[in-house]
């Protein structure tokens, strides 16, 4: 069973911080989801990384995916009230390319 | 993206009753899936509902307790069986696009009293 474990668990920070968030297997993915729940709805996708070293950038979001596509990042610049949420990642991998999310990172960005 | 669509958005039921989730989709498509997901937790894949073909369950999770049907390629239902304290959760239905992206409902949130 593959494991995306996910780091921190729970951030509270101020309006305005800067936060980074990890996600991390022993198991190499084709590609890599992040996504953003918040409460009373279902998960929204953020972006897709495919490519080892892949960094892309949606407005105040950087993702990266590392070399070996076993580990990616979420760095958020100044953090807006509008960023609070539960935040997962999701990798696929195998012959059936399976997802499996990882643990999630609960943020709450403080006015 | 696909627009997905779950009823009832909630529902607070007795122990040992059953209840089924719908799920709709606005294109047809190939595979559905369903998930559970504990408040403020990750999620975890209950089975894939092909049309015209049982569905594949994952590891713990069993026919008899979350019977699934795929009647058309759009639309499919998840049954919870004689259920317990320990099924309240949120359960999701996604559907997939390119690199295995999901795109979700909004989630059933159920309570087992």
């Known amino acids: 069973t593959q494991l995306l474990e996910q780091s921190p668990q729970f951030l509270s920070i101020q309006e305005g911080e800067n936060l980074t968030v990890y996600c991390n297997s022993s198991s190499v993915f084709s590609s890599l989801q992040w996504y953003r729940q918040e409460p009373g709805e279902g998960p929204v996708l953020l972006v897709t990384?495919?490519?080892?070293?892949e960094v892309k950038k949606l407005k105040r979001l950087t993702f990266q995916f590392g070399d070996a596509r076993k580990d990616s990042s979420l760095h958020i610049t100044a953090a807006q009230p509008g960023d609070t949420g539960l935040y997962l990642c999701a990798g696929a991998s195998g012959g059936y390319q399976k997802v499996t999310f990882g643990t999630g990172t609960k943020l709450q960005v403080i006015p | 993206s696909a627009v997905i669509s779950q009823k009832p958005s909630r529902d607070i039921c007795q122990r040992g009753t059953s209840l089924t989730i719908q799920c709709q989709v606005d294109?047809?498509?190939?595979?559905m899936f369903w998930y559970r997901q504990q408040p403020g937790q990750s999620l975890t894949l209950i089975a894939t509902?092909?049309?015209?073909?049982?569905?594949?369950?994952e590891s713990g999770f069993v026919i008899d307790k979350f019977p699934i049907s795929r009647p058309n390629l759009t639309f499919s239902t998840l049954t919870v069986s004689n259920m317990s304290p320990e099924d309240s959760s949120i359960y999701l239905c996604?559907?997939?696009?390119?690199?295995?992206?999901?795109?979700f409902g909004p989630g059933t949130r159920l309570t087992v009293l």
């Open positions: 294109s047809q498509v190939t595979m």
């Open positions: 509902a092909n049309q015209g073909s049982e569905a594949t369950y």
């Open positions: 996604s559907v997939e696009s390119r690199y295995n992206e999901q795109f």
């Open positions: 990384v495919v490519t080892g070293g």
